[in-house]
């Protein structure tokens, strides 16, 4: 894309005292909209909301995407109390876009046996959750900050597991590929580097330190090739093969290019298989793994993309790749993480930065607070989902722009779906995405690189869909053009009225629906498990 002078002359207008950091000022807001009118293109937008459950005291410290399609979300900062958002069953694709999960209900679960913010958490292979650390702990014992626990949605149970051996607080983690090791580390007073086994329940070190350039407020992020790139004021990349750690090719200024000793922001995977690191300061990088090279923005600055305008950072603030491609981010107003009204969207085919509305009732947000994650829309007639924000008490809905529309090689593809003793599986290609969903730092994660399956009868005149819980997910690393299975559960054939016969497969990861269905016959009462979804 060629600029135009309007947009140079908007951004050089912005680089003046007039568009310093702020708290979303009205002249820097302004300044924001001329440098998004300049570029031609159009944000997308918050379509829809909710008000969270009083009880949760809002707003959630972490959200996770369930397997079965639900949203868990735990109480307010440090809380052990947690809630599930289910879909409202008679959600429609309307005009103002999807309200399954806006019109959705909201049910406490199971309290957790120590709340905490600020922390690794993931969802497993096999659909539990996990989760450990935090900066804060609801009991306030710091010694505490070294307890983990997994939560089992299908008997609505929190079990603890082993401590970490190191104060781990908010340190960078990475699920890795195989869906049953945790790579964690550097830990706030010792930098030690831990590895858990999740099937063995057992911490064992890393036998190598972490590299130079790392930082407890740093950030890591799974490659499709399994590796991990992982850093602050220098990266890495970790080698799970052998245990060790490869230093990239550097930076360009070698060290403290995104952050010095404060705050970063998020370290996000592009469909592209590139790595996008906001930066705390206003800069911003792309990194190549396949080249081992920081690419060169339009602006020809070597080894930056386009720095975030006004003068705002996105340090410990939440970022989200979009189901096309595209990024939605909050901005911060240094490395400090104290985060500003405004949120802006990045488009890496363009190296733009375009200004979104705030939506209603979103007011100045808390350091850290705001929180995202990449849904899918059943029923949409693209295929692309939204982006779930909460803050302030409320939840939004956000709808990419139809200016980027994902290319239909990077959606998943099912192959064949079949039933075994009373188990259903399904292979695919592509089941992980090409993306990691969701990231804030190096405070919380919420990926949603794996399946989330839903299915319709063919024979139902209300063409209602129900989501079917995945689990047995064979890997967990966004792979391009890999073949993968899972296994999942189909609703009782009785319900809703609904007997056997042939059922159509769904299957959609990081919020981007699969390119085609599979068929799937059905001749007896085998399932369990099942979410009403919509109809559509």
Request: with cysteine; aromatic share 10%; proline share 8%.
């Amino acid at each position: 894309m060629i600029r135009t002078m309007q947009y140079w002359a908007a951004m050089w207008w912005c680089g003046l005292a007039s568009c310093s950091p702020g708290a979303g000022t009205t002249s820097q807001d302004a300044r924001l909209r001329e440098i998004t009118q300049a570029t031609g293109l159009s944000p997308g937008t918050f379509t829809s909301s909710m008000d969270l459950p009083a009880e949760m005291g809002s707003p959630p410290g972490n959200i996770a995407l369930l397997t079965n399609g639900s949203v868990l979300a735990s109480g307010r900062r440090q809380s052990p109390s947690w809630f599930i958002l289910n879909p409202n069953p008679l959600g429609i694709t309307g005009p103002n876009g999807f309200a399954g999960y806006a019109n959705g209900t909201w049910t406490q679960v199971a309290s957790a046996n120590l709340g905490r913010v600020d922390n690794p958490s993931f969802i497993l292979r096999d659909g539990r959750y996990w989760e450990a650390g935090g900066e804060r702990v609801s009991d306030n014992i710091p010694g505490d900050r070294n307890q983990a626990e997994i939560y089992d949605p299908v008997h609505d149970q929190w079990t603890r597991v082993s401590n970490d051996n190191y104060m781990m607080r908010d340190s960078p983690a990475t699920l890795l590929s195989d869906g049953n090791t945790i790579l964690a580390g550097p830990g706030l007073y010792d930098y030690s580097i831990w590895l858990y086994n999740v099937s063995a329940d057992r911490w064992t070190p890393s036998s190598h330190g972490p590299p130079d350039g790392q930082s407890n407020e740093g950030g890591s992020l799974l490659l499709p090739d399994g590796r991990v790139f992982a850093g602050h004021h220098r990266f890495s990349l970790y080698q799970p093969d052998d245990d060790s750690w490869v230093p990239t090719s550097p930076t360009i200024p070698p060290t403290n290019a995104f952050a010095t000793d404060g705050e970063i922001g998020a370290f996000l995977l592009l469909p592209s298989g590139n790595v996008l690191v906001l930066g705390g300061n206003n800069h911003n990088g792309i990194y190549s793994p396949a080249s081992d090279q920081w690419l060169t923005g339009r602006d020809g600055v070597p080894g930056m993309v386009a720095d975030t305008p006004g003068g705002l950072g996105h340090g410990d603030v939440v970022a989200a790749v979009e189901p096309n491609g595209r990024v939605l981010a909050i901005a911060s107003d240094g490395e400090t993480g104290t985060a500003s009204t405004t949120i802006l969207e990045y488009c890496p085919n363009e190296d733009v930065w375009l200004t979104v509305p705030s939506p209603d009732g979103f007011g100045n947000p808390a350091s850290g607070t705001t929180r995202m994650l990449a849904l899918p829309v059943p029923g949409a007639g693209s295929g692309v989902g939204q982006i779930m924000m909460t803050n302030s008490g409320k939840a939004w809905f956000y709808t990419p722009s139809d200016d980027a529309l994902p290319s239909d090689d990077w959606r998943p593809s099912l192959a064949t779906a079949w039933v075994a003793f009373g188990q259903y599986h399904a292979t695919g290609t592509q089941l992980n995405g090409l993306t990691t969903g969701a990231d804030l730092g190096d405070d919380a994660r919420m990926a949603t690189n794996y399946p989330i399956a839903w299915v319709d009868n063919i024979n139902d005149p209300n063409h209602r869909a129900y989501f079917a819980r995945a689990s047995n997910v064979d890997q967990m690393a966004p792979r391009p053009s890999t073949s993968g299975v899972f296994s999942f559960d189909m609703p009782p054939l009785g319900s809703a009225g609904i007997g056997g016969g042939t059922w159509r497969v769904h299957v959609a990861a990081n919020g981007l629906e699969s390119s085609n269905t599979v068929n799937l016959t059905v001749t007896s009462d085998r399932g369990w498990g099942f979410v009403p979804l919509l109809q559509f």
